[in-house]
């Protein structure tokens, strides 16, 4: 087996997809995030599980068969010093799947470190195989677990990282977003959210004086179908016209892709990287 024991069918249609890719762009690609959000996958099909997840021996494998492969393996000239980040979970865990009990997400990232894949990785190389670990803090997320700030959701991956030997590891927000649309937040709060989070990440540091947050990635640009209505989606830091088109949602963007919304935190993400 091309990959090593235990590949089945979508394992190995993911993996085939991702070398091909990595094979093809080798250095141009920045990072290469395995998965996302893989702790709380959505609905599929209308019967289907909301908020299961890929089994974290079944995702310790494949981020480790891509961390060999680039490490030493047939993709080393690739992305031999490429980083590879674990996909960013989700606040909210997983949800209760029949006789499988819910797993919040900082288990489900013990469950990545403690599973044969990582464990033996270690052993072979003397240090984990991924180079950063992806989150997402949502703060609507995270005050559904009862975490009410940024601070402490950091910290909360940071002692769970200490607890698992991988102290320096650092942290890539991978998402990181504030939907205008929803409850009493509006375009003034969300560009004063997005200032906080930005000037929060550039602060902290790990204990040997290197950013904690290297990476961090606004979610979104503009705003995306519905733009209205109970379920709008207006992350956007602008909004770009909808035209009635066969897209998903039922609306498409406007051709040229202009804005027509410039929102205040647009200014402020601007002056943050200029």
């Known amino acids: 087996v091309r990959y ?13 997809r991702a070398w091909l890719i ?3 762009y080798g250095n141009h690609i920045g990072a290469i995030e395995v998965l996302n959000e893989a702790n709380r996958l959505p609905r599929y099909t209308s019967t289907g599980p909301i908020g299961n997840a890929i089994p974290a021996e079944v995702y310790a494998q494949m981020i480790t068969t891509l961390y060999r492969a680039c490490h030493g393996g047939d993709l080393q000239n690739a992305c031999g010093t490429t980083p590879i980040v674990l996909g960013g979970l989700h606040p909210r865990g997983t949800n209760a799947q029949g006789a499988t009990p819910a797993r919040t997400d900082m288990a489900y990232l013990s469950d990545i470190y403690q599973s044969s894949a990582f464990t033996t990785a270690y052993a072979d190389y003397g240090r984990w195989p991924l180079d950063a670990v992806g989150y997402h803090p949502y703060p609507v997320e995270l005050a559904q677990i009862g975490v009410s700030n940024q601070s402490t959701a950091l910290n909360r991956v940071r002692t769970t990282l200490v607890a698992l030997n991988d102290a320096l590891r650092p942290i890539w927000i991978t998402e990181i977003g504030y939907n205008v649309a929803y409850a009493s937040q509006n375009p003034s709060t969300q560009a004063q959210f997005l200032g906080a989070v930005y000037r929060l990440y550039a602060t902290r540091t790990l204990a040997d004086g290197s ?6 990635f606004w979610f979104k640009y503009e705003d995306f179908p519905p733009a209205s209505g109970a379920d709008a989606q207006q992350w956007g830091l ?3 016209p909808f035209v009635t088109g066969a897209c998903p949602g039922d609306a498409c963007y406007a051709a040229d892709g202009a804005p027509t919304v410039y ?3 647009w200014y402020v993400y601007r002056d943050i990287h200029p």
């Open 263 to 265: 929102r205040p935190a």
């Open 211 to 216: 950013p904690e947050i290297p990476v961090a």
């Open 22 to 24: 990595i094979a093809r």
């Open 4 to 16: 090593g024991p235990g590949y089945n069918t979508y394992m190995q249609a993911w993996m085939d």
């Open 238 to 240: 602008v909004r770009i």
